[in-house]
């Protein structure tokens, strides 16, 4: 079984703070995602890695980075965190699927909230 | 105009009964689809996986995919009060979305009435 582990399930912190939050996956996937999820407006991509090293923006980037050195680790850094990233953050991963797209397996999710 | 829509809901199902839940995209160039579920306080599971038109079938889960309309359906046959969750449409590929990409709907909250 894909096992995606995030490295909190809750976490609180103040404004101006700078946050990490860490993703792993066992399975040697290429690919590894950072979502936020919020009522009423789904999940919304922040960033998004295809490789050691890469990364491309997705919808929301701003306010937020992210760093993969390695390929089975993909962090989220929130460089000074503020109270409107207060959200559940989901990680996820998929195989490189080529001209398909291979299924997304998510981790159990990290609830922010920023005071 | 969103570029995943579902109706929101709640979608209330008696059990037994089939539930239908629907989805359509812009993408006109989208190639593949996914289903998830999602129970509150947790995170997104697959269902099910569909690329191609037609009817896919997995136990009680049967998806539905017509891309010329720009939609893809999930029936759940036979509901249980454990289908009772949220569920999310997802679609990827296509010169919009993107091939590693998924674009998620808001999903369509699922209740089965006992």
């Known amino acids: 079984d894909v096992k995606v582990t995030q490295s909190s399930r809750y976490l609180v912190k103040r404004t101006g703070e700078k946050v990490f939050l860490e993703c792993v996956q066992d399975m040697d996937h290429e690919n590894m995602f950072w979502y936020r999820q919020d009522p009423g407006l789904g999940l919304r991509l922040i960033y998004f890695?295809?490789?050691?090293?890469?990364?491309e923006k997705g919808d929301i980037p701003e306010g937020y980075s992210v760093s993969r050195e390695k390929k089975e680790r993909f962090s989220l850094i929130l460089e000074s965190a503020s109270t409107n990233q207060t959200s559940m953050y989901l990680c996820?991963?998929?195989?490189?699927?080529?001209?398909?797209?291979?299924?997304?397996?998510f981790g159990p999710g990290t609830r922010l909230t920023v005071l | 105009q969103k570029e995943v829509e579902q109706n929101s809901g709640p979608l209330s199902v008696p059990e037994g009964a089939i539930a239908s839940l629907n989805c359509t995209y812009s993408?006109?160039?989208?190639?593949?689809f996914f289903w998830y579920r999602q129970y509150s306080g947790k995170s997104p599971e697959l269902i099910m996986s569909?690329?191609?038109?037609g009817d896919k079938e997995d136990g009680r889960f049967t998806a539905q995919l017509n891309k010329a309309s720009q939609y893809v359906s999930l029936l759940i046959r036979d509901s249980q009060p454990s289908d009772s969750a949220t569920y999310l449409c997802a679609v990827a590929g296509g010169p919009n979305f993107g091939n590693e990409k998924l674009t998620f709907g808001t999903g369509t909250r699922l209740t089965i009435i006992p």
């Open positions: 996820a991963s998929s195989l490189w699927g080529g001209t398909s797209t291979d299924t997304q397996y």
């Open positions: 993408d006109r160039g989208s190639q593949s």
């Open positions: 890695s295809y490789d050691v090293k890469m990364k």
């Open positions: 569909i690329y191609s038109n």
